[in-house]
Nanobody
């Protein structure tokens, strides 16, 4: 089992920046990547960014060039730096740990990011 706890969400104006963090604990050998998903009201949860244990990253097209994911292995922490935020980035952001088994995920409780226009 892996437990994930997010922090750092909040309200920001369009064009602003925000950094959210996620601390993982538990059996870290059970995951091969950490990342962020988001879910806006009335929409499906979608991948935002992912970083594998070897450091490879993957971003949704909508955030490329604006968001950056990073990981501190020593502290079991993953960060999402967001700049040039847009109102359409408003969502609950979920930290995720991708499991080796069945390509499923552990999930955090989510943190709200709201971008005002």
């Amino acid at each position: 089992q892996v437990q994930l706890v997010e922090s750092g969400g909040g309200l920001v104006q369009a064009g602003g920046f925000l950094r959210i963090s996620c601390v993982a604990s538990g059996n870290m050998f059970s995951i091969n990547a950490m990342g962020w998903f988001r879910q806006a009201p009335g929409k499906q949860r979608e991948l935002v960014a992912l970083v594998t244990n070897s450091g490879d990253t993957n971003y949704a097209d909508a955030v490329k060039g604006r968001f950056a994911i990073s990981r501190d292995h020593a502290k079991n922490t993953v960060f999402l730096q967001m700049v040039s935020l847009k109102p359409e980035d408003t969502a609950v952001y979920y930290c995720a740990g991708r499991r080796w088994v069945q390509d499923s995920y552990y999930w955090g409780q989510g943190t709200q990011v709201t971008v005002s226009s």
